[in-house]
């Protein structure tokens, strides 16, 4: 089986707190697996341990096969690990496209296999609009980044993620703080990214999140009570009672 990512028994303890308690879950090649669970559960626990910021107690995580466990943030990184840059990571007075370009650029670093300018040149732009197909961004290509509104710097933080090429993306509430209408847009903008990126998306908006997911698991307190398809998530009768029921309250 080749799981891109997969996680066994993962434990994190905050004193007396178990925030992670053996969490187990893999994510397959292609696949957008979605992470839901009420505040609280431990989604950020486990996402900052699998990048690097937090030190588990016990437990595994191999990417691509490989125990990333000792490595540092930055080694992990190296191996493909994709998070979503900081906003303030953008040059805002450059267009959209053009911080694209650099991101596509620094990924080659000196290492592009076409020594030819005009056509090295080309072959960034020709990636840059690969970027943009299908993402409501494509048609603000040549703003400038500091004339975003902030959902469409979201965007373009997820596509400079993406134009590293990650073997795995981890995106830790994308829509957090977005309006309905941004949140819609983001839900396009990471439509047009699946299949590109197998993705582990941490995400409150169900919405998003039955939109969006090949597979769900559900964490709650610490535990992964339920893993499945859309179908299968929406139908858990012990899923509804611990998470979906709290919408309706
Ligand atoms: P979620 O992202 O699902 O809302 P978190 O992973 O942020 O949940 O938190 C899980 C639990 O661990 C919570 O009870 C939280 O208070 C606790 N917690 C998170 N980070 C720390 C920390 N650095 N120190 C102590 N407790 C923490
Ligand atoms: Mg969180």
């Given amino acids: 089986m080749s799981a891109v990512l997969e996680l066994s028994n993962l434990v994190k303890r905050f004193g007396g707190l178990t925030a992670t308690d053996h969490v187990s879950l893999t994510v397959g090649a292609g696949e957008l697996h979605a992470l839901i669970g009420p505040n609280g559960a431990g989604k950020s626990t486990l996402i900052n341990q699998i990048c690097g910021e937090l030190t588990p107690n016990s437990g595994s995580i191999r990417l691509a096969g490989h125990e990333i466990?000792?490595?540092?943030?930055?080694?992990?990184?190296?191996?493909?690990?994709?998070?979503?840059?900081?906003?303030?990571?953008?040059?805002?007075?450059?267009?959209?496209?053009?911080?694209?370009?650099?991101?596509?650029?620094?990924?080659?670093?000196?290492?592009?296999?076409?020594?030819?300018?005009?056509?090295?040149?080309?072959?960034?732009?020709?990636?840059?609009?690969a970027l943009l197909a299908g993402t409501p961004l494509a048609e603000r290509a040549d703003q400038r980044v500091a004339d975003l509104a902030h959902g469409e710097k979201k965007q373009l933080e997820l596509l400079m993620a993406m134009a590293m090429r990650p073997r795995i993306l981890l995106l830790d509430e994308p829509m957090a703080g977005l309006g309905h209408v941004e949140s819609q847009m983001m839900i396009e903008a990471l439509r047009a990214a699946k299949g590109q990126t197998p993705m582990l998306l941490v995400e409150h908006d169900m919405e998003a999140v039955f939109a969006l997911a090949d597979r769900i698991s559900v964490l709650v307190y610490g535990r992964v009570i339920a893993s499945g398809s859309v179908e299968e998530i929406r139908a858990n009768p012990e899923v509804r009672e611990a998470y979906l029921g709290e919408e309706d309250a």
């Fill in 69 to 129: 466990m000792g490595l540092s943030a930055a080694d992990r990184v190296g191996l493909g690990l994709g998070r979503t840059f900081q906003i303030t990571s953008l040059l805002e007075d450059w267009s959209v496209r053009r911080n694209l370009g650099l991101a596509v650029q620094a990924r080659e670093g000196g290492n592009f296999r076409i020594f030819d300018r005009v056509m090295q040149r080309r072959a960034i732009w020709d990636e840059v609009e």
